[in-house]
């Protein structure tokens, strides 16, 4: 199920769960990556190329991955999923609009700062 107020409800804690220097410049690389690879997916899926949707599929779960990775040195974990459409729903958000809101808000810089070694 999709979380009702999905967006506010991310924005809400979304500086909360990133605060460590690593994760924030994980995050920088992998949510370009992801959006780049969903592109490619999207692309090569109208194109009809399989190898393509298969490179595409395999870009988006690397920049799941390194997210995940970065969470891992967060003091605030975010909170669990509730089934795959919470999940897709949460993650495909973040990559497009959360993310980017949080750089271009000035958010990320402030807490890269405050992470003590910027």
């Known amino acids: ?37 969903s592109v490619v997916l999207v692309g090569t899926a109208i194109a009809r190329s399989g190898v393509g949707m298969g490179l595409g599929v395999l870009g988006m779960l690397g ?12 003091r605030e974990a975010p909170a669990a999923f509730d089934g795959a459409a919470d999940f897709v729903s949460r993650f495909v958000v973040e990559q497009w609009v959360t993310f980017p809101r949080f ?9 890269l700062k405050a992470s003590g070694k910027a």
């Not at 506010?8 to 992998?30: E, F, I, P």
């Not at 991955?65 to 040195?73: A, D, K, N, P």
């Not at 750089?103 to 807490?111: A, D, I, K, P, Q």
Request: avoid cysteine; proline fraction near 2%.
């Open 63 to 74: 920049g799941l991955i390194i997210q995940g990775r970065g969470h891992r040195g967060e």
């Open 103 to 111: 750089v271009l808000s000035g958010g990320w810089r402030r807490n």
């Open 1 to 37: 199920m999709i979380r009702r107020g999905l967006l506010d409800w991310q924005w809400s804690d979304y500086s909360a769960k990133h605060r460590s220097r690593t994760n924030l410049l994980l995050h920088m690389v992998a949510v370009p990556f992801f959006q780049v690879a």
